[in-house]
């Protein structure tokens, strides 16, 4: 979700302790169906020169400073207006009156182009004018907040974040009354034909909160369920982390299939709404940014912490509390991602900024939610809860920086932590541990357990998990490493088995092969992914279809009687064909789980060089058509198999940990 933020937090970067008092109040009458704005605003400006902007589609239809029309000129620039206040010695009051039209709403637009897209758009089912598209006049730094006034027809509600003052339906029209009282650059402001679903709430930890859904009318039966689980969100953060920051939570619906968060609410796509899991993960990951992003603001100079320590408090803890097995299997999930990395589109951690692709969300979100889970185990929980709260008390609307996050955890945790941080967010990859060699010699009544860890030159510092297998259980122990190469060595009271290295998966590192089984995703992002033709014919045209869905970029082309290119290679073509081609290659035949199952089966291989394979099989052409808009969709498979366009079955091979024989 949102990359809304990033200006506001510049601005606040830039300007820590706020020396303006710029306010801005606004008065919107917006006519949906139409696609029409009319507004007029008041901005009280500091002393400091400054410059207001507004969207040069808009007509002005007056301008005036501190009560004098005509005394302040506008220029157009870059598409837009702008006015220059030179420095004072005292604040400046500017009114600016508007109107235009919007662009109206387009419904088939996908997630990926809402992201992009600054765009003012207005339609019947929904409007959505996000600041950045400078619909209202902006001020180059943050406010200190804003008052705005909404009125559109009366089929309609809107709103903006912020506390709800007033609302009224009167002569045919829906006016309502915000007021945001924290740091702000502009004004997300959006409509529809809602139905409000309206609940006063006291949190546990005492808060007054206004909850609130604002459902398209399809949708709003699922209301009161929505702020049950709102509602225990709030209480949950606040006791972990301190009181929510707002008056108000709103979780609106959108025509468009969007996810953006801001402060006080969340706007997603009805789409996604109603999908029944929605409010147990994505809801709570939405509500925690009022925390972590919109709460705490990312100093984008330094790299953005908040999508990993919100996803490591929301998604992950959430399956945490599953089980073990189900925080393992994400973990496992995302490290076999970041196995799939292509080399080169790795980064540190220190340089995620903002989600534009999947190698970007593998490090910025799963590489910093293990960094957060990592800390916590060498901690502690308690310390790192701790730390959590300090950084929320002293950082709340300001802009901070992984930095400050690592001063509060130094500061609860009463210990250094700048190794632990330098080695996370400044390197690229991650640390490749091999268990190299283990033994285990009687020694009276125990057992004496020596072996051998190395990694690459340069090493991580790191506290590894080794879980030993005995007659009487498992159990783990815990060894520090520093070295490209450590002998270590313990006792066990019973006769050991086995030893196995990090089995649960607690430390971000590259998997070996076996502990990393191929996924569909390895060939799918590697931008060297060739393609092999293994058909002709209608089924060719089918087949070059599926790879321009199935890869991120356009492939070189091979023939199947050619020799196998030395980069990935992604097979297409017919299963009979295809059976061949792999049998004249010398490559490991079809497995079983896809041998008798579906029109259409692709799955994920390694060859013997080391290089991805991914082989897509089906009946006959028009098979090969319908898996085309379906298969992109399971990167984080080993093996599917299609009946027509519909998934019947998939799976990921087994991971096999590192181990070594003691008996
Ligand atoms: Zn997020």
């Known amino acids: 979700m949102k990359a809304r933020a990033r200006a506001l937090a510049l601005a606040l970067a830039a300007a820590p302790a706020l020396a303006s008092a710029a306010q801005l109040e606004l008065e919107a009458t917006l006519d949906p169906a139409g696609g029409a704005l009319r507004a007029r605003a008041v901005l009280v400006v500091g002393r400091a020169a400054a410059e207001i902007s507004l969207a040069a589609r808009f007509a002005v239809d007056a301008v005036a400073l501190d009560g004098r029309r005509d005394e302040l000129a506008g220029t157009l620039r870059d598409g837009l207006h702008v006015w220059r206040l030179p420095a004072a010695d005292r604040e400046r009051r500017v009114e600016i009156a508007w109107h235009g039209a919007l662009d109206p709403l387009d419904e088939t637009l996908s997630h990926r182009d809402t992201l992009g897209h600054a765009r003012a758009v207005a339609g019947a089912r929904g409007s959505f004018l996000p600041g950045a598209a400078r619909w209202h006049p902006v001020l180059g730094e943050a406010l200190e907040g804003y008052r705005v006034t909404i009125d559109v027809p009366e089929g309609q509600r809107a709103l903006v974040a912020g506390r709800l003052l007033d609302e009224r339906v009167s002569g045919g029209r829906y006016r309502a009354r915000f007021a945001y009282p924290h740091p702000a650059l502009d004004i997300d402001l959006i409509a529809g034909p809602y139905r409000i679903e309206d609940r006063e709430v006291r949190t546990a930890a005492g808060s007054a909160v206004r909850l609130r859904t604002y459902f398209h009318p399809e949708i709003a039966p699922l209301g009161p369920g929505y702020l049950d689980a709102v509602l225990g969100y709030l209480d949950r953060y606040e006791a972990w982390i301190g009181a929510y920051p707002h008056t108000e939570f709103s979780v609106v619906s959108s025509p468009t299939p969007t996810g953006f968060g801001m402060p006080s609410l969340t706007y997603l796509g009805i789409d996604v709404l109603r999908l029944p899991f929605i409010r147990f993960t994505s809801l709570g990951h939405e509500v925690l940014h009022n925390w972590w992003g919109n709460g705490v603001h990312v100093d984008p100079a ?40 292509p080399p080169g589109e790795d980064r540190p951690l220190a340089q995620f900024v903002a989600r534009h692709h999947g190698a970007s969300q593998i490090v910025g979100y799963h590489k910093a939610a293990m960094t957060f889970f990592m800390l916590r185990e060498l901690i502690g929980a308690q310390a790192f809860d701790a730390g959590l709260r300090e950084f929320w008390r002293a950082q709340r609307f300001r802009a901070a920086s992984w930095g400050d996050l690592q001063r509060a955890f130094e500061q609860a945790a009463r210990r250094d932590l700048s190794a632990f941080f330098a080695q996370w967010l400044e390197r690229t990859g991650a640390p490749a541990l091999r268990l190299v060699e283990a033994r285990a010699q009687q020694d009276g009544a125990s057992w004496r357990i020596t072996a051998t860890l190395a990694q690459d030159a340069v090493p ?64 799918m992002l590697d931008p060297a992914t060739a393609v092999v033709l293994v058909c002709g014919g209608d089924a060719a045209r089918a087949a070059r279809a599926v790879a321009g869905r199935v890869l991120e970029h356009a492939p070189q082309v091979h023939a199947a009687a050619t020799e196998l290119p030395a980069v990935p290679v992604l097979a297409i073509g017919l299963a009979a064909e295809v059976d061949a081609w792999l049998a004249q290659q010398g490559l490991a035949p079809r497995p079983p789980e896809v041998a008798a199952q579906g029109s259409a089966q692709a799955w994920a291989a390694t060859r013997r060089d080391g290089r991805a394979l991914m082989v897509v099989s089906a009946r006959d052409a028009a098979a090969l058509e319908a898996l085309a808009r379906p298969l992109p969709h399971y990167g984080r498979q080993s093996w599917i198999a299609f009946e027509g366009a519909k998934a019947v079955a998939r799976g990921v091979w087994p991971s096999v940990p590192q181990r070594v024989r003691l008996d």
């Open 302 to 341: 330094q790299g953005n912490w908040s999508e990993g320590l919100t996803t490591f408090m929301a998604d992950y803890r959430y399956q945490e509390e599953r089980g073990a097995q189900a925080a393992r299997d994400l973990r496992l999930a995302w490290l076999r991602d970041f196995a799939a990395l």
């Open 460 to 523: 991580y510092r790191l506290r590894v998990p080794l879980v030993v297998r005995t007659d009487e259980g498992a159990h783990t122990e815990l060894v520090d490493v520093q070295s490209a190469r450590e002998s270590v060595a313990f006792r066990t009271t019973a006769r050991p088995r086995a030893l196995e290295l990090d089995p649960e998966l607690r430390l971000f590192r590259r998997l070996a092969p076996g502990e990393a089984p191929p996924i569909l995703r390895q060939a």
